[in-house]
């Protein structure tokens, strides 16, 4: 297991140590019997004080989550058995509630996060995107803007270190490790769902043979990802061309009567004379979320 640490986090970086390993042994990212790190090589790894991670094993012994054994070192414990009581049986429906969020692709600081705001709901002034690639940023920005009443900022990984208070984050879920890792303690960090390609072209009548496909973007992760999905629902790899519209002259490589796969952004400058089909990134539901946490 990989432990995040957040230096201007207003929570203690013991407190952050906790927390992860405690997670990582209900998702199971820590099964029982798994040693942990020693304190010597978590605190030179991270580069923290060695009694910071002391401290951290300290009250997870305490609180009974690791075990010490003699010369061996520390070792996460097994989990209450069901039917040892009402916390036991609790501890079971956490457990297992992680588990079947993990595999939907949620990690579990997000579960915990989400339960927190469901239990003590908070609303938020803004949505703030972390994305590192510039064109995915502009094509997210432009997706969310209109649906949540414009309170939408994007902004690259590195800005969020600076981040100011009352926002909610949200990232692909490719990035959502490493955002998450960035954040000030207590921000909400929601992943992005995305549309598919497939339902996006399913009303697009089968190509003529010798048609060209055209995908349009200044976002190399946009033209890639479209490629590989078309590639997937059987178009064939010659029929498609990528177009970096962030080069000068991208226009003249759209061949006449090709069909044009674009991003909301790159969608404005494609001339009007080629048909357009504009593939939009984020789900509704998806923006539906983000727009429960914003003020009402």
Known sequence: MRFWITRNSEQPIREQLVRQVVLGILSEDLPAGHRLPSTRSLARRHKIHSNTVSAAYQDL?????????????????PLPASGAGDVAELDTLVTKLIRDARALGHEPGEVLDRLEWMVRPRHYERVVIAEPERGMREILEAEASDPLGGRVQSVDVGGLVDLASGCVVTSLASRAAAVRGSVPHGTPCVTLRLNSVRKSLESQPRLPANTMLAIVSRSFEFRSGARTMLVAVGLHPDSICDVDASLEGWRQRLGAGSLVVADVVAAREVPATFDVKIFRMIAESSLAELGRYLWL
Do not use: A, D, N, T
């Open 61 to 77: 012994l305490h609180r009974g989550w690791i075990e010490l054994r003699r010369g061996s070192g520390l070792y996460v414990k």
